[in-house]
């Protein structure tokens, strides 16, 4: 058997199950509404595991799921070198969400990283501690940052309510995931305009580090067949 | 990769240690946990990716030594002696986000000098006793003058707050190079920019005052782009000398007349110039085969410790895979950072003896 990480709730997990679905593998809870535990069918040999999106890239880095369902931007964020223990089968074309590096609109004066650096110094040197961004992203944000040479900032964790915290004056500014931008301007905030860390989407992973036997390999690959995604 | 220090590894250490002792220097100790706060506002968020942070519930963040550095300078400031000598051996603690192969956990043994009147003579005297351990291993060594690239700034026809931007960025090389492009007027104005500096009220629309960056603060970088705009560009000139510098590498007496015929045209370097001449004479004074050195115009500005004049490494030849068994430098605007305003000189070196081993054919 291998086994499959899905979404264990939400508007993921629906869309997940409409997405195999459509292309003839049904997914289905074992009993009620409740019940975490699945059944995949359709397919002979893959096991259906329902856990929080959060907790899947953990899963399939440690190769305790062959496969699974879940965002790049949480893969990106949670594992190492992800590039060398999962492979990317299948974008899927939903939960499209940003990473994105957002300022208080009031700053004019700031559009661009290059901005925001310059802005940080000139912050640290008025203020006596480092400009604060909040976020829960902080591998992503560090690294995009250290890429683009922004320096004298501070990341401060937020898990969540991202965007209230320039409000309240716990943050300067913030790194988070949005999809229309909404509720960034709705909290006076702006995006900048190099301000992409990530363009997120619900993927379909296989794990390079789970125990691949040959019986699981032919399910794999009646698998991706059947999916279309190879 | 964790290995814990084997017997062979601790009587390396012990060596060292004493050879550091025999030339002046007093043993002295550090903990292992280390305030974050410290650290974190002395290299910025990176040292949380090089660094393991931990947490105490009353004590808040701490981490685990990333190296000796930091807490040798506080004790020396606290004590005020000078000059002063001391020696240190213990494990450091890396945190390894992209290399697994890279040791998370291995042992320095290090040699570090304050204060003294003759820099030059202080830089020869750290060089020399840190190669003089390691004596017969046949490493080869590597120097630079980060103090050469700020002088050479500093003395730039061109605003204080370009120059300050520069010396901002001195150890990020890519950024320092943006930066110099822009200043050139070589890189694109950001159409943005164009458009701010352009309305006759940038604030109009403007979304509602939050955040703890003020008002103020915001018209204050708006004047400071206006003036910018308004400067004169780099000259290519300039720009070509900088360019030149960063890249000379060459044996050491090659370089330095290299950097003698730059002086001409950026005068403001020719104390450091005369500094490093006065260095190699030193160094050569004290035994060491100054023609041997290698010369490198960017080296140690992508290290993690800030240096700000002359840097060194010893590596092991033959053997480029392994890191530099030796490194130090001088590094007086750290002291300034930690000291509140007083600062102090301030050279130093650590050996890995993990690595002394492996080049010396021991492990």
């Known amino acids: 058997m291998i086994r499959l990480g899905v979404p264990s709730k939400g508007r993921l997990m629906d869309k997940t199950v409409a997405w195999f679905g459509e292309r003839g593998i049904g997914l289905r809870r074992a009993g009620s509404e409740r019940d975490y535990a699945a059944v995949a069918e359709g397919i002979d040999g893959l096991e259906l595991i329902l856990l929080s999106a959060g907790e899947i890239p953990r899963e399939l880095a440690a190769g305790r799921l062959h496969l699974g369902v879940t965002g790049s931007d949480l893969v990106h964020e949670k594992v190492p070198l992800w590039e060398l223990r999962l492979t990317e089968l299948a974008p899927m074309g939903f939960g499209r969400a940003d990473l994105v590096v957002a300022v208080p609109q009031a700053w004019v004066d700031v559009d661009t990283l290059d901005d925001l650096d310059a802005a940080a110094a000139a912050f640290r040197h008025r203020h006596g501690h480092r400009l604060r961004i909040a976020t829960k992203y902080h591998r992503l944000v560090r690294e995009f940052l250290r890429e683009h040479g922004v320096a004298d900032y501070a990341l401060v964790d937020s898990q969540g309510a991202t965007e209230g915290t320039v409000g309240a004056e716990t943050a300067e500014a913030i790194a988070d995931i949005t999809s229309t931008g909404e509720t960034l301007r709705a909290n006076g905030l702006k995006i900048l305009a190099d301000g992409m860390i990530h363009s997120s989407q619900a993927t379909l992973w296989q794990s390079r580090t789970a125990d691949w036997t040959d019986e699981g390999r032919r399910t794999l690959k009646e698998l991706v067949t059947r999916l279309g995604v190879q | ?363």
């Open chain 2, 1 to 363: 990769m964790t290995a814990a220090p084997t017997p062979d590894l601790r009587a390396e250490a012990a060596r060292l240690s004493v050879h550091f002792r025999a030339a002046g220097a007093q043993p002295v100790e550090a903990a292992i946990l280390q305030p974050a706060d410290v650290l974190l506002d002395l290299y910025g968020e990176d040292i949380r990716a090089r660094a393991y942070v931990t947490a105490d519930p009353l004590r808040g963040e701490m981490m685990l030594r990333p190296d000796f550095t930091v807490p040798v300078v506080q004790m020396h400031m606290e004590s005020g002696a000078d000059p002063a000598r001391y020696t240190y051996a213990g494990e450091v603690f890396r945190r390894q986000e992209v290399d697994e192969a890279r040791a998370n956990e291995y042992v320095q043994v290090g040699f570090e000098l304050f204060g003294g009147d003759d820099p030059a003579e202080a830089d020869a005297e750290v060089f020399a006793t840190v190669a003089g351990a390691l004596s017969g291993l046949g490493l080869t060594g590597a120097i630079g003058d980060v103090g050469l690239l700020i002088a050479a700034v500093r003395g730039l026809r061109t605003t204080e707050a370009r120059k300050a931007a520069l010396l901002r960025h001195i150890w990020r090389p890519r950024r320092f190079r943006a930066l110099l492009d822009r200043f050139g007027g070589r890189g694109a104005v950001p159409p943005s920019r164009v458009r701010l500096l352009g309305l006759g009220d940038p604030f109009d629309g403007a979304g509602p005052d939050i955040g703890k960056r003020s008002r103020a603060e915001v018209e204050a970088r708006i004047a400071a782009l206006r003036e910018d705009a308004a400067a004169p560009p780099l000259s290519d000139e300039e720009r070509a000398l900088l360019d030149e510098m960063v890249a000379i590498r060459a044996p050491a007496p090659d370089a330095l007349s290299h950097l003698r015929d730059l002086a001409v045209d950026l005068p403001a370097t020719r104390p450091a110039v005369a500094r490093m001449a006065a260095r190699l004479d030193a160094m050569a004074r004290r035994g060491i085969d100054v023609g041997t050195l290698q010369f490198e115009g960017s080296y140690g500005r992508t290290a993690l410790e800030y240096y700000d004049g002359f840097v060194f490494g010893l590596v092991a030849e033959g053997r480029p895979e392994l890191p530099p068994v030796a490194t130090g430098g001088r590094y007086d605007a750290l002291t300034k950072v930690l000291g509140q305003g007083r600062s102090v000189p301030a050279v130093g070196g650590v050996i890995r003896p993990d690595l002394a081993l492996v080049a010396g054919g021991g492990a």
